[in-house]
């Protein structure tokens, strides 16, 4: 009987495709050739009926939309064609389930399609309908599962700052202040552990309901890994322990949201739900402080027979049209062409889809100029196109040998290009404090224009256009100008102690694109008057703070000696600019910057008289007296 039903049921997929009504793939249909009558059969049904995203998003672009218009613009236009035009659909699903006939069904509006898990039968009669275009099956994902596993570290780290992170020049941004300080990044893995203490911390769920943090099909509402991928690649976008100054992520201050669906059933929609939900998980369009800046995804497909237009595609250009960046793993399955595992090889821009090859951070170091792995995927693209559409993947990163969190609680080293996309997810974090209202189409393009070529001159299909390099994208993204910053004028001192105190003052403002500020923070035992004194006096490290002007900025000295009088001067620069173009720039023989003396004389509470600012510049009356 089996047979025969297979036979028919054959017969009719190929006589209702001639009519070329609904695209049915080859694996959805071998599912339901070998299913038996009454067994249950998952798939994704697409609809024809689509929001045109690229429209909306070249419109979006031409009005120089805010991101606050351009994910409400995106999020409700989706909504909105989902909640007109699967009506019908709906109601004939929903009656075949009140007979048994379908199993349970899903809406989704990322892409206008529906999941559904039914009979064979069922099956028949949707290839008859006009409004679907295309049926996929559910199919499961695959992890793309590291190459090589290093020993597990499983102490509190090495307290020391991992080597990729300095390849790609993420310290240099951090000297700068930018260290992914009110941004938001996200993974699409196996979960993440809870409690290691390079990460928890930063989870966003410590501040915001449970549900705007985690997002799991299996329902549960607090992180956990199934594998420990997720937690090593979330460690290396946020990781920096609370406990040792050990450092292993490339966005250090940033929060992490993660979506656990790589794990005992990685169905494809469970995937696309996980990047509906990363578009709006407070449930309010309005609002973008919830969504990631960028999401690192490190898995694959590979079976899909229609990766280059399909459902793939339409899922991830709503997710960059809202003004996220998707980054993913090139693959493990090099060195031949045209190895890039599946759905990477859409190249609908540049950028999209942006996937990482991985690098071998110490033959780099070594002074090796082609230290891609082997492991590493190469390209072209399989959905053809020219130029640079064709050339995968996208940029290179670390991804040799990364030591990251993936134990409950210690460290251990992976291999593999899921180690190297979370580096660029960890970059685009640091590049969105200082560009905040760009999207992440933009950043990836700064990521891509200015990557350290590498192996064959110019963009390849080994290494995309080279190895990301933070400083130069940061530079890229900047509006250098010839004007310094407004003069600091404010300097103060609070909190006194016998050995230290506290400098306050107001950022200046720069006209220059981000207003990334860099202080030039002195120190000596005789007042500061010229240049000489002043570039000869003890300095004090302070990078930066990147924002707006007029915000209140501090640091706190210590280590000084009892009953001596300090002198402190300040300065500033954009971060174009040399010391030539600085505010409270040299003045004759003085030294044109705010600067104050001050005497800590007892652990007792001191009292700051009221200060006096002369000449705009200079602070004077610098004796303070216990109360």
């Not at 210690?410 to 560009?435: D, E």
């Not at 190895?467 to 004007?483: E, H, K, Q, R, Y």
């Amino acid at each position: 009987m089996k047979k025969i039903f297979s036979y028919l049921f054959l017969s009719f997929v190929l006589f209702s495709n001639s009519f070329a009504q609904v695209e049915v793939s080859t694996r959805l249909i071998e599912a339901l050739q070998t299913a038996k009558e009454n067994d249950y059969v998952r798939s994704l049904v697409y609809l024809r009926d689509q929001v045109d995203l690229l429209a909306i998003d070249q419109r979006l672009y031409h009005k120089k939309a805010s991101l606050e218009e351009r994910a409400y613009t995106v999020i409700t236009a989706l909504q909105k064609k989902a909640a007109e035009t699967q009506g019908n659909l709906i109601n004939y699903l929903s009656s075949k389930e009140a007979s048994g006939e379908v199993f349970q069904y899903q809406s989704f509006w990322v892409a206008n399609m529906l999941m559904v898990e039914a009979k064979p039968s069922v099956y028949q009669e949707l290839m008859m309908r006009m409004d679907i275009a295309e049926m996929d099956l559910d199919a499961f994902l695959e992890l793309e599962k590291p190459v090589e596993v290093g020993e597990f570290d499983e102490g509190n780290g090495t307290e020391t700052v991992e080597p990729g992170l300095r390849i790609i020049k993420a310290p240099e941004l951090w000297a700068m202040g930018i260290t992914g300080q009110g941004r938001l990044l996200m993974n699409i893995d196996t979960g993440v552990h809870p409690n290691h203490p390079a990460y928890w911390h930063k989870w966003r769920g410590n501040f915001v309901p449970a549900n705007q943090a985690w997002f799991d099909p299996a329902g549960t509402t607090t992180p956990s890994d199934c594998d420990g991928h997720g937690s090593h690649t979330i460690g290396t976008m946020v990781g920096r322990s609370t406990t040792t100054a050990d450092t292993i992520g490339v966005a250090i201050d940033a929060q992490w949201i993660a979506a656990k669906t790589i794990c005992s059933s990685p169905h494809t929609s469970n995937s696309v739900a996980a990047f509906q939900w990363a578009m709006n998980p407070d449930g309010n369009p309005a609002t973008i402080s919830d969504m990631p800046d960028a999401i690192s995804c490190s898995w694959y497909d590979p079976n899909v027979t229609n990766e280059c237009t399909g459902i793939y595609k339409t899922t991830l250009d709503a997710v960059e049209a809202a003004g996220i960046a998707v980054v993913f793993s090139a693959g493990n399955n090099g060195p031949n062409a045209s190895t890039i595992t599946k759905p990477k090889n859409i190249n609908t821009n540049e950028v999209n889809v942006f996937c990482v090859g991985a690098i071998d951070g110490a033959s780099y170091l070594g002074g090796n100029n082609n230290p891609i792995a082997s492991f590493s995927s190469r390209g072209p693209s399989a959905c053809g196109g020219t130029g640079s559409l064709l050339i995968k993947p996208e940029v290179s990163a670390p991804g040799v040998n990364v030591r990251s969190s993936g134990t409950p609680s210690g460290y251990n080293q992976l291999s593999g290009t899921s180690m190297a996309s979370p580096h660029v997810a960890g970059a685009i974090g640091l590049l969105k404090q200082f560009a905040p209202t760009l999207t992440g189409h933009q950043i990836k393009m700064a990521l891509y224009n200015t990557a350290r070529d590498l192996g064959t001159v110019g963009e390849d299909n080994t290494y995309g256009t080279g190895l990301i390099d933070l400083v130069a994208a940061f530079m890229s993204l900047g509006n250098p100008d010839t004007v310094p910053p407004t003069q600091i004028t404010n300097l103060q001192v609070v909190d006194p102690t016998s050995n230290s105190l506290r400098l306050l003052w107001t950022a200046p403002f720069d006209t220059s694109m981000g207003g990334v500020i860099q202080y030039d923070v002195r120190w000596a035992l005789s007042p500061i008057l010229d240049t000489v004194a002043f570039y000869n006096a003890t300095p004090i490290t302070y990078p930066g703070a990147p924002g707006a002007g007029g915000t209140p900025q501090e640091l706190t000295v210590t280590g000084l000696n009892f009953s001596t009088t300090y002198h402190f001067a300040i300065r500033s620069r954009d971060a174009w600019g040399n010391w030539s173009l600085v505010s409270n720039s040299a003045s004759g023989t003085t030294l044109a910057a705010p600067s104050i003396g001050v005497n800590p004389l007892s652990m007792t509470k001191i009292l700051l008289p009221q200060q006096t600012i002369i000449d705009s510049v200079t602070i004077t009356n610098t004796s303070i007296n216990p109360s």
